[in-house]
Antibody
Framework: QVTLKESGPGMLQPSKTLSLTCSFS??????????VSWIRQPSGKSLEWLAA???????YYNPSLKSRLTVSKDTSNTQVFLKITSVDIADTATYYC??????WGQGVMVTVSS | DVVLTQTPPTLSATIGQSVSISCRSS???????????LHWLLQRPGQSPQLLIY???RLESGVPNRFSGSGSGTDFTLKISGVEAEDLGVYYC?????????FGGGTKLELK
């Protein structure tokens, strides 16, 4: 059974760095073809793809946010991380990790506020 | 970036009614490898999105066959043949042909 779960700080101040973790089970990111993505959704709005990392360690970023994003994975291939630097109010959203598009985590809400 | 325009933004339906949602792309979504990476998601209230249709018309495992997808190039349609109460929520099209992946603005399906 494939499951993913995001975790994060809940709330942080503007200009800080947001660190998110996606913990998953039921598959290994070392398996050929596997990709885990980060996608976010401001309340009441549509979805925005942020970044992805694949089984080979290749990383992909949304060009509009690339300078602020870092995606990585752990050596056991059971966790994926996302860091967003210099956050501001516009980064307030629910953040999802997803394996391709057919398995999604429950999402973690992040609020940026002073 | 590729812009996906969904219409209508809101759809009111009765149980059993058949409805369609349109997704139009600013560029052709036909990849050089012959695949068209246009997919449909449903987000029920308070839930994460779930995949309904992938590669234009392929039904994801476990999804009822009242859902169907069609289209090519820049014009795509999701059809629900006989809406059921569990189908209510927001539908999104998403493309993966051109980086970065982009999503449509969503179509909210409500009960009339």
């Amino acid at each position: 059974q494939v499951t993913l779960k995001e975790s994060g700080p809940g709330m942080l101040q503007p200009s800080k760095t947001l660190s998110l973790t996606c913990s998953f089970s039921g598959f290994s990111l070392s398996t050929s073809g596997m990709v885990v993505s980060w996608i976010r959704q401001p309340s009441g709005k549509s979805l925005e793809w942020l970044a992805a990392i694949d089984w080979d360690g290749d990383k992909y970023y949304n060009p509009s946010l690339k300078s602020r994003l870092t995606v990585s994975k752990d050596t056991s291939n059971t966790q994926v991380f996302l860091k967003i630097t210099s956050v501001d109010i516009a980064d307030t959203a629910t953040y999802y990790c997803a394996r391709t598009l057919n398995y999604w985590g429950q999402g973690v809400m992040v609020t940026v506020s002073s | 970036d590729v812009v996906l325009t969904q219409t209508p933004p809101t759809l009111s339906a009765t149980i059993g009614q058949s409805v369609s949602i349109s997704c139009r792309s600013s560029q052709s979504l036909l990849h050089s490898n012959g695949n068209t990476y246009l997919h449909w998601l449903l987000q029920r209230p308070g839930q994460s999105p779930q995949l309904l249709i992938y590669l234009v018309s392929r039904l994801e495992s476990g999804v009822p066959n009242r859902f169907s997808g069609s289209g090519s190039g820049t014009d795509f349609t999701l059809k629900i043949s006989g809406v059921e109460a569990e189908d209510l929520g927001v539908y999104y099209c998403v493309q993966g042909t051109h980086a970065p992946w982009t999503f449509g603005g969503g179509t909210k399906l409500e009960l009339k």
